[in-house]
């Protein structure tokens, strides 16, 4: 069931002083089980994108179709659409507001129609995918930690059970145990779960470690699309238009333009490393 992207284009503001061209002919597919990234400047239209994966934007021109459906047709209704296609938008705790948690989490299965006798297991069942303790839920979700709150507001679009989850910089803001809680369970969501991961971040290393395909987006267009490996390999490019490269890829090249033999298209610590263990060995 992929999500299909048809010439979009989309324009705030039209036909007025203030009108702005934030996404110009966009065409993307996104593939069942993939971990997409999204990466680009700020204001190159990443966030108005995503927002047209699930209707929340109607295209200006152009089309959005979810498993080849238009979703702006009358075959599929916008609920449907936004219950496949879950959405976490930036700081999403700041959208709480139950009195408790288990109450911010059953919302979105209420709008959905999910019988009341099912919101129990279901909510237990979003709460298990974030780590969060089932005894926090009769808590007020304000009196939680601010990772505690993001994980709440993230159950609260899992619990829908979206075959899609686009996440806007999801990490922004958490300390590194935060982050990285938070990006071990995407992860594991992709890898478990099979959901389509559509993750927009400036963390070049997160990208590099759990993407399996980037978009470059530049002033509303899309510039690259490839593996990490594939996109990082142009760091003079990325580096031009604002974005930078995983620190162990630039480190890597610099090493290589100062004439050591090493391979500049690895990104983690550990390959880093080994490469440099090889070159000295070899001298
Ligand atoms: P990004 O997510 O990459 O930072 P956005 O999609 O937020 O980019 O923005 C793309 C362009 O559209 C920017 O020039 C931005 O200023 C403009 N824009 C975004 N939201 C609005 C809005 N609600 N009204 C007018 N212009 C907007």
């Known amino acids: 069931m992929p999500i299909r992207v048809e010439n979009l284009s989309y324009i705030y503001n039209a036909g007025q002083p203030m009108e702005k061209l934030a996404l110009n002919n966009v065409s993307l597919t996104i593939n ?15 966030s108005t994108l995503v927002q047209h994966l699930n209707g929340l934007l109607k295209p200006s021109s152009g089309r959005v179709y979810l498993d080849d459906v238009d979703i702006h047709s009358k075959q599929i209704s916008l609920r449907v659409v936004r219950q496949k296609v879950g959405m976490v938008f930036q700081y999403p705790e700041h959208q709480l507001f139950g009195e408790t948690v288990f109450e911010d989490v059953a919302f979105g299965l209420k709008n959905m129609g999910v019988p009341e006798n099912q919101l129990s297991q279901r909510v237990d069942e979003a709460l298990a995918m974030v780590d969060l303790e089932l005894d926090l839920k009769e808590r007020s979700p304000f009196e939680l930690s601010g990772g505690q709150k993001r994980r709440v507001a993230i159950a609260g679009v899992l619990a829908m059970r979206p075959k899609f989850l686009i996440l806007d910089e999801p990490t922004a803001g958490l300390d590194p145990k935060g982050r990285d809680e938070i990006l071990k369970q995407v992860s594991r969501l992709h890898q478990k779960r099979n959901t389509t991961i559509i993750l927009i971040s400036h ?6 470690r759990f993407a399996t395909r980037l978009v470059v987006l530049v002033q509303g267009k899309v510039a690259l699309v490839g593996t990490p490996k594939e996109v990082f390999s142009q760091a003079g490019y990325l580096e031009k238009i604002g974005l930078g490269v995983p620190h162990m890829t630039r480190l890597l090249n610099e090493l ?20 440099i263990v090889k070159l000295l060995e070899n001298k």
């Open 32 to 46: 069942d089980g993939e971990f997409l990234g999204i990466i680009g400047h700020t204001g190159s239209g990443k």
């Open 203 to 208: 963390n070049m290393e997160d990208m590099a």
């Open 256 to 275: 290589k333009l100062r004439g050591c033999n090493v391979s500049s298209d690895l990104y983690t610590i550990e390959d880093a490393e080994s490469e």
